[in-house]
């Protein structure tokens, strides 16, 4: 079947005939189907400009894997914790107080979870472009940088909290909204690979301010959040605004002019955008309200996507990643000189992003069920491992054997369930659910780092109040994954090679997301009478 429009997209044609639409988003849903069998290198090469735009997403990543480090990190330094913290004369330590070790590592989240829940609505009104601009000034990192009392360092902890959480938000819906089908998985899984590479670099910066015990230290490590801050920002003024948050917005003319930018003026722009119309329309009138609500993820067949995506990023937790995160602090308490649990961390997450790229490759071809639950059951037995070596933590070779699992669970975690996790929560919501389901599912992730965070440290640490597990904290999240197990087996689906549309009629049919991978979903959802707006109305007002 030739695809090829006869008209030639640059100077656009009126279509006023229904039909004629009809028959456009026939073209670009068999025009979809097609580029879903090509190769991952030929759809590389077909859109290539698609993927530089996708650097604005990616730079949001990379604001959130560096603040990770800035507020995780920075605890574990000398300088810091001189500054803030105490000297244990029996064990000849340094030690930083339990409670305000769990604030500066949760209360972040607190943040991150307003500014998703703010993001949501905010996007849905002035766009993905105007939005990721906003949050990435609001970058507050001078109240951190001049702080001088435990308070004020967690305020600004916070009101940064707030705007990486925006930006998270906007950044996962914009890459799921602008990535082709074909690619769509590892797109979106560049997500997880940008927040690791900046969290290595994040590390290598704090490593090399170790040895250095003056304030400056680590206050450098807070002030280089105002450079990375400042990408979404350089980025979302030079990508062009999310097709389907125009079409939304029935701004057809400026969808087009979108979907030409992603994909180039001669690759069926009017059949694209036609199909795209028909794909939010339908949902358009299989609901009850024209405006997307937060409420509206928790109704119906959503509800059950909506679950799906808060299992998956609360399943982060689960899975110790709040523990593995925490493990250069945690090593010095038992005996790890902080100079190592630094180098075998950087190692750790190096080796995380070689092996991740490979990964996409062969993830696409094993599923992303498969691959998640693959990920959780190895968990399990590593962080078994880590709590039985507690045992022996007094003896030196046990230490370095703990720091090494600990940093190759990270690098497991991160090709299995940590790009499982990004390039799945994006994919499981509706067109017009999207961004709010996305705010969801970051307030979800922030929740859950919060929770975390401010729990783990009372497990393994020293001192009243804590339970001094040390390394057998393993064995609580041991449990907690086998847990996670159970829940997975029965509601994370395989949405590989499945469109959104396709997901839709899953859900909409009550398949168990147990059998997505092997159902097929038959004809054409173009029969259903959907009335379709030519993108080139004269009664729109331009825009982008």
């Known amino acids: 079947m030739d695809l090829k429009l006869a008209q030639s997209d640059a100077q656009p044609v009126e279509h006023s005939d229904q039909s004629a639409q009809e028959q456009l988003a026939l073209q670009g849903e068999a025009l979809e189907a097609l580029e879903k069998e090509h190769g991952i290198w030929k759809s590389v090469k077909a859109n290539k400009i698609s993927l530089l735009y996708m ?8 604001v959130y894997g560096y603040d990770t480090i800035a507020n995780g990190a920075t605890i574990a330094m000398p300088a810091f914790e001189l500054y803030f913290g105490h000297y244990n004369a029996a064990l000849k330590q340094l030690y930083l107080d339990s409670i305000w070790t769990s604030l500066w590592s949760s209360m972040t989240n607190v943040g991150s979870i307003l500014g998703s829940a703010i993001a949501g609505p905010v996007s849905q009104r002035i766009g993905r472009r105007h939005t990721g601009m906003a949050f990435g000034i609001t970058i507050g990192v001078v109240v951190q940088y001049t702080a001088k009392a435990k308070g004020t360092l967690l305020a600004g902890k916070m009101i940064n909290g707030f705007a990486v959480g925006g930006l998270l938000a906007v950044g996962t819906t914009y890459a799921s909204e602008i990535s082709p089908p074909r690619l769509r998985g590892i797109l979106l899984g560049g997500l997880a690979f940008f927040i690791v590479a900046m969290q290595t670099i994040g590390l290598a910066v704090v490593r090399s301010f170790v040895p250095n015990t003056n304030p400056s230290a680590f206050r450098t490590v807070f002030a280089l959040q105002w450079v990375v801050g400042a990408l979404p920002i350089i980025a979302f003024l030079l990508v062009p605004e999310s097709p389907s948050y125009l079409v939304m917005k029935e701004k057809h003319v400026a969808a087009h002019s979108s979907l030409t930018r992603l994909y180039g003026k001669e690759n069926n722009i009017d059949a694209r955008l036609a199909h795209l119309q028909f794909s939010i329309l339908h949902e358009m009138q299989k609901s009850t309200n024209s405006d997307a609500s937060y409420l509206d993820c928790f109704k119906g067949t959503d509800l059950k996507r909506t679950l799906t995506v808060c299992l998956l990023m609360f399943g982060n937790g689960l899975i110790g990643t709040a523990f593995l995160t925490q493990n250069i602090y945690f090593l010095t308490f038992t005996g790890l000189p902080v100079i190592h649990a630094f180098d075998i961390n950087i190692a750790g997450f190096g080796l995380a992003l070689i092996i991740m790229p490979i990964t996409w490759c062969f ?8 691959l998640y639950i693959v990920g959780v059951i190895g968990n399990v037995i590593g962080l078994a491992t880590v709590g039985g070596l507690g045992y022996a933590s007094s003896n030196t070779g046990a230490v370095w054997a703990i720091a090494i699992l600990m940093n190759l669970l990270i690098v497991w975690q991160q090709p299995t369930n940590t790009v499982v996790t990004w390039a799945m929560a994006p994919e499981l919501s509706s067109h017009k659910l999207r961004q709010h389901t ?27 109040g804590s339970g001094n597990l040390g390394a057998k904290t393993g064995f609580v999240y041991a449990g907690s994954s086998i847990l996670l197990l159970l829940v997975s087996y029965f509601l994370i689906p395989e949405t590989k090679g499945l469109t959104t549309e396709e997901i839709d009629y899953l859900y909409e049919n009550k398949i168990s997301p147990r059998r997505f991978g092997s159902a097929k979903v038959l004809g054409s959802r173009a029969d259903d009478k959907v009335e379709l707006k030519s993108w080139s109305q004269k009664s729109e007002a331009p825009g982008s």
């Open 55 to 62: 650097l604005a997403a990616y730079s949001c990543a990379a």
């Open 363 to 370: 993830g696409d071809k094993i599923g992303r069920r498969p």
């Open 438 to 464: 996305q705010s969801i599912c970051i307030m979800m992730q922030a929740f859950t780092s919060w929770l975390f965070a401010f729990v783990t440290p009372y497990m393994y640490n020293v001192g009243a």
